[in-house]
């Protein structure tokens, strides 16, 4: 979880809320679909709710290792609704360039990247998720939703800004030296912004 820094979304002009059924889950994914649901509820990145003028179907993604990961399908309810902020998605080519001359490397790995960004109260309710167990809030970022790549990127770049051997594209992360003494300097100031994020 990150702290100092939530997500506001702005709706456009006239807007009306849309409200969606959950779609049914097959059968041989409703329990990891349900454990997933519990498990982002205990965390406290979904809460149960009642009511809700918007609310999104979730499509689960089988993960590599058999689990879900639950995404919201957005493109029907909030993506046309809201004004998306633009912030450029540095390319393969600037990131390579970047780290040019580098002698040693690590990659990393921000897990869960959008999960760790909170969101403002005001909209929360935007977000809400219409699972086969009920409908929730979200309180985090939602994996499906058409301006998260632009916010996490903005707010990465900005807390690595000016970082040397450092290069961020999404949830990856570079980290070169042109020495073995630079490469573990570079680590270190990571690990230092990285901490300071929550």
Sequence with gaps: EINN???KLELKSDVTPKFCRARPVPFALKDRVEFEIDRLEKEGIIERVETSEWATPVVPVVKGDGSIRLCADYSITVNPSILVQQHPLPRLEEIFSSLSGGKEFSKLD????YLQLKVHEDSQNLLTINTTKGLYKCKRLMYGLNA???????????LFHGMGGIKVFMDDVRVTGSSELA???????FSRNAKSMG
Excluded: C, M, S, T
């Design 183 to 189: 490469h573990l300097r570079h680590l270190e100031n």
């Design 5 to 7: 820094y939530e997500v």
């Design 110 to 113: 921000f897990k869960h990247a």
């Design 148 to 158: 998260a790549p632009a916010i996490w990127q903005r707010y990465i770049d900005g």
